[in-house]
C-alpha cells in the first residue's frame, strides 16, 4: 500500500535524521513539521522507530476536507520510539495521520486532531536540556529552568528515598492543547493541574516510560517554591512507580508531596493554608481524602491535597519517617491499607482518623507545625 511505503519512507528519514529526506513525505504545508520531527529525532536520539499503518478507514474533518480536497483521507499507525539513555523500553501508541493521494503516491498532510496520543517531538520543533538522571524535553524556552527543577527535585526524593537512583524525564508543552494531545486527554480535564506524571503511551504495563508533563497554564502561573513542590511531587511519582501502583489516592498523593515539602523548608501555615482555612471554617474533615475528593476536576482540590500531605506528614511526625516509607510501600506492593494501619503502625484507620483530626484542629489554631 502507498501509505505504508509513506511511513516506512518516514521512519528511513527519522532514522538516518534526514530532514529533506522526511520532507519528501509530505505535502507542502507538513513539509515543516515533518524537517521538525527529523530534527527532533537526532537531538533526543530516538531508537526502536517504527510506523505501522493499522486503519485506512477513518474519516477527515471538514475544515480538512476544505483544505486538502476530495482526495484527503485518514487512518491510523501504530508508533514506537524509545528515547535512547532515558527510556528502557519502547513507547508504543496508535497515532492519527490525515494523508492525500498525489500522482499515485499517499502523502502525509497532518499528524494528530483525532482522540489518540501526538508525542510532544512530533508537534514541532522541541529542545534538550539535560544533566545528570535529568532530561527536559520542550516545546518552549523553559527547558534549562525546568531542569534546575528536576535536578533539586532528584534531590528532594533522595533524601527520603535514598536507594532509588533511576531517571527522570520531563516533558514541557507550550500550551495546555499540546498537553491534552500529548496525554489523549478530554478538554479541560487537567485545567487545576500543574502537572502530572504518567505512562507516556497511557498504558499500565510495568516497565513502560513514564515521563512527567507540565501543564503550562498552570504551572507558569507558580512562585519559585510551589514550582520545586510540583516537580519534587512528580518525581515521587516516578521513583516509586505510582503510575502502575494501586493504593488510596490519599496516600499516593500524600506521599509525593510530603517527600516534596519534607526539607523545603516551607512552613506548615503556607503549604497548607487553604486546608487550614477550610478547617477554621467548617471543622476537620471525618475521613481520609477519597479518590473522588483528589479528582483532578473536584471542587477546592489544593485544599484536598493539602489535606493528603498532612495525612502523610501526620505518619511520619507520630511514627517516623521509616515508617512512613515502610508504609506506603507495603500498601503499594498490594497489602490492604487497613491491614498496613495495624501490622505496620500498630493502629487502625479509624484510631488514625481520630487523632489526625485533633491534629488538625491545633494546627487550624495556630499550634506551631
Keep these: 500500500m502507498s501509505a505504508q511505503r509513506t511511513l516506512t519512507a518516514l521512519v528511513h528519514a527519522l532514522d538516518a535524521r534526514d530532514g529533506t529526506e522526511a520532507e519528501a513525505t509530505g505535502t507542502e504545508a507538513a513539509k515543516p513539521l515533518l524537517e521538525d520531527m527529523a530534527a527532533n529525532a537526532g537531538r533526543m ?54 494523508f492525500t493521494t498525489s500522482g499515485g503516491r499517499d502523502l502525509i498532510a497532518g499528524i494528530g486532531g483525532g482522540d489518540d496520543r501526538i508525542p510532544l517531538w512530533m508537534t514541532g520543533r522541541v529542545t534538550l536540556s539535560a544533566s545528570g538522571r535529568a ?3 520542550a ?4 527547558g534549562p529552568h525546568v ?23 520531563v516533558e514541557v508543552p507550550d500550551s495546555e492543547e499540546q498537553l491534552d494531545q500529548a496525554l489523549a486527554a478530554p478538554d479541560g480535564r487537567y485545567d487545576n493541574i500543574a502537572a502530572v506524571t504518567t505512562s507516556v503511551d497511557g498504558s499500565l504495563v510495568p516497565g513502560s516510560p513514564v515521563h512527567v508533563f507540565l501543564n503550562p497554564k498552570v504551572f507558569d502561573g ?3 517554591r510551589g514550582a520545586q513542590v510540583v516537580v519534587s511531587h512528580e518525581a515521587t511519582h516516578v521513583a516509586t512507580d505510582a503510575t502502575f501502583a494501586e493504593l488510596p489516592t490519599w496516600l499516593l498523593e500524600g506521599f509525593a508531596d510530603y517527600v516534596a515539602l519534607a526539607h523545603a523548608g516551607i512552613p506548615v501555615s503556607t503549604a497548607a493554608s ?38 502523610a506528614r501526620f505518619i511520619a511526625r507520630q511514627y517516623g519517617e521509616p515508617k512512613l516509607v515502610r508504609f506506603y510501600r507495603t500498601v503499594s506492593g498490594g497489602v490492604p491499607v487497613q491491614r498496613a494501619f495495624t501490622g505496620i503502625l500498630g493502629t487502625t484507620e479509624t484510631a488514625f482518623v481520630d487523632r489526625w483530626r485533633a491534629d488538625l484542629r491545633d494546627l487550624a489554631g495556630g499550634v506551631a507545625g
Design 222 to 224: 507558580l512562585g519559585p
Design 147 to 169: 531542569l534546575g527543577l528536576a535536578r533539586q527535585a532528584l534531590a528532594d526524593v533522595g533524601k527520603v528515598l535514598p536507594g532509588w537512583g533511576g531517571r527522570l524525564v
Design 139 to 142: 516545546r518552549s524556552d523553559e
Design 45 to 98: 536520539d530516538l531508537r526502536d522507530l517504527a510506523l505501522r499503518l493499522v486503519d485506512a478507514d477513518g474519516a477527515v474533518t471538514a475544515d480538512e476536507r476544505d483544505e486538502l480536497g476530495a482526495e484527503a483521507w485518514a487512518g491510523a499507525a501504530e508508533l514506537t520510539y524509545r528515547l535512547d539513555g532515558w527510556d528502557a523500553q519502547p513507547t508504543r501508541l496508535e497515532i492519527r495521520l490525515v
Design 274 to 311: 487553604q486546608i487550614l482555612a477550610r478547617i477554621r471554617k467548617d471543622g476537620p474533615p471525618d475521613h481520609l481524602p477519597t479518590a473522588d475528593e483528589l479528582d483532578p476536576s473536584a471542587p477546592g482540590l489544593g485544599a484536598t491535597y493539602e489535606e493528603a500531605w498532612l495525612a
Design 135 to 137: 532530561l527536559v524535553v
